[in-house]
Each structure stands twice: as structure tokens, then as C-alpha cells.
């Protein structure tokens, strides 16, 4: 309207509400025709992020395609619930994943795997406390379950309650069977310490980390190589995985956003905060915003905004202040 009005030509109100009217809708079908393409390229909207961001699932998969398959032929299968619910959450479609489990929790209310499902992937959204609620449950019905104290610690750490997330960790780190859980455990074990200002007590986990355990999970050399860099065996040079220049490398994602939390980490607890903030906001450009590097960052950066950046930044997103490495 604003150009059909600057034209000196004489032209009527009514005819140029006419134009208005023509060209009206053929820019509607362009937004619309850009917004169907982009749900088709990401997938549905799964939530806007605490900094604003908007995090989409991806389009359905195979998997996904034959869970759904699978259940509808047994829809009251507890293995194929969470064979779905694995499988949506994949696609990172973590809402979806959630509204699985709770389907599955109506006719097996007792279920610990499908509390520990459901609090897994609430922790994806960002529901923290409705996913501790869940885990706490899961743990409640089987205390021995490695997977509900860990992300039950998980839950807590995203909120900042360090000493309860440090307790949790341990108790998962009790119940680790092999070197890989070991290696996870520890790692969360130890920073939460470290972020709680208990340094003596996060020295002690590095001792079970012995120069000959190896990972079999390859995502946990990450985990791995952060636990030799906290010993002081490698450098923070060597810590790091590189970014990855392929957005399909879902592997290489992990490894960068894991490392880069937890190299930010360190430096956010030796209170170099400049350099950790850099560290999370190059997390948090990636496409892997499921991982817990990638929540992590986000969670930090969110405490750190909310603070006045300078002189009482450190106070408010640590408990005390700690030296040394």
C-alpha cells in the first residue's frame, strides 16, 4: 500500500486497495510456501530455548516409522513403547517422546524404565523439575538403576543445585558395572564438586581414572579425554574436539560440545570467566541442542545473564569462590 500510495500518478484509494488486495494473498503463499519448507527441513517446533532460540525436531525417520508399526500391532508392549520413544527422541522429537511414555505410564504405572524415558527426554526440554519428579520416582521403584540417579543428578546440575547433583552422581557412580559408565559418572561426578567448591572431594574421583582405562562407547572419550585433562595429563589444547564442518556429524557435534562445556567448565570454576563464556556460546550455535553440553552451556549462559556480568558474576553462579586446577 505504502508503494502504490507514493506514486504521483493519480491513481485512486480504490484502486490501490484493489492492487492491496491482489498482492495480498500471493505474499501470504510465499510465507506460507517458506514456512512449509522449513517444517519440512527441520521437523516440528520442539521449544523455544531459555536464550530464545527456536529448537526444532527432525522429519520422521525409518525408526521411527517401524516403532509405530511395531506398537500398533502391541499397543500395550512396554519394550515397543520405549522402542518409539527412543526412536521419536532420535529425531529429536523429544515432545513427542514424552507424550509416548506417558501413554505407556497409563497401563504400566509402575514402570521404572518409562519414568527414567520420559525424565530423560523432559530433560531435553528444559522441563528440569517436572523431569526430577519423574526420576525421583524411577529411582523410588528400582534404586538400582544406573540411568534414573544419573539423570536424576542431571536434573539437578541444570538448575544449579550442585550438592544434590554431586550426590546423585556418586550414587550412580556406585552402581557402574564397566569402565564406560565409570568414565561418564566420574565426569559429572567431579564437576559438580568442582562447581559446589569442593575441590579436595572432586581430587579424590580422579584417582579411579587409571592411565590404562579406555572407553568402548565412542562418544565417551570425550568424557575420557576431559577426566585426563582435569589430572593435568593433557592440554586443554589437546582436550578439545574440533568443530565439525559437516551438520550430519552428529558424532563430531558431541565430542565438540561435550569438550567445549566441560574446557568452559573448568575455566567458569577457576573463575576465568571471559573464557567460558566464549567456550558456551560457541556450544550453543551448534544443531545438537539435546546434547548436555550443549544444555549445559545454555544453562550457564542463562545464570550469567542474569547477573551484572562483572564484579558479582562469579558469586551468583558459584557457591564459593575456589583456586588452583
Known sequence: MTQIRSYRSGISMCAAAFTACILMPNMASGVLQAQTQAAAKHGALELTSPLGRKLYALPDGSAILAAQANLAKDPKNVSLVLQLSKAQAGQRQYREAVATCTKGLAFAPSNADLYIERGHRE???????????????????????????????????FVGEFDEAAHYFRAALNLAQNDDSIIDCSNWLYVSLRRAG?????????????????????????????????????????????????????????????TSYGVGNWHLYNQEIPASETLFKSVITGEAWNAWGFIGSEADLVRMSKTNAHLNTFETIMPVKVTGS
Not at 130 to 155: G, N, R, V
Not at 219 to 243: N, V, W
Open 198 to 258: 569442593k575441590q579436595e572431594e572432586a581430587a579424590q574421583v580422579l584417582t579411579r581414572i587409571t592411565p590404562e582405562m579406555k572407553n568402548t562407547e565412542p562418544h565417551l572419550a570425550a568424557y575420557l579425554r576431559l577426566l585426563r585433562f582435569y589430572q593435568g595429563a593433557i592440554s586443554e589444547q589437546d582436550t578439545m574436539a574440533p568443530k565439525p564442518t559437516d551438520p550430519n556429524d552428529l558424532e563430531g557435534e558431541l565430542a565438540f560440545d561435550t
Open 123 to 157: 530433560l531435553g526440554l528444559r522441563r528440569f523439575r517436572a523431569a526430577m519428579i519423574d526420576l525421583e520416582h524411577a529411582a523410588t521403584l528400582d534404586p538400582k538403576k544406573l540411568d534414573a540417579s544419573y539423570h536424576l543428578a542431571l536434573s539437578h546440575y
